[in-house]
C-alpha cells in the first residue's frame, strides 16, 4: 500500500513538474 502511494506520488509529481515546464 504505502509502495504503490509513493509511486502515485512520483507520477503526479512527473506529471506536475512537465505541466510546469509547458506553462514556462
Known amino acids: 500500500?504505502?509502495?504503490s502511494y509513493k509511486l502515485?506520488?512520483?507520477i503526479?509529481?512527473?506529471c506536475w513538474k512537465a505541466?510546469?515546464?509547458n506553462l514556462s
Do not use: A, E, I, K
Open 8 to 10: 502515485l506520488t512520483l
Open 1 to 3: 500500500m504505502l509502495n
Open 12 to 14: 503526479v509529481l512527473r
Open 19 to 21: 505541466f510546469d515546464f
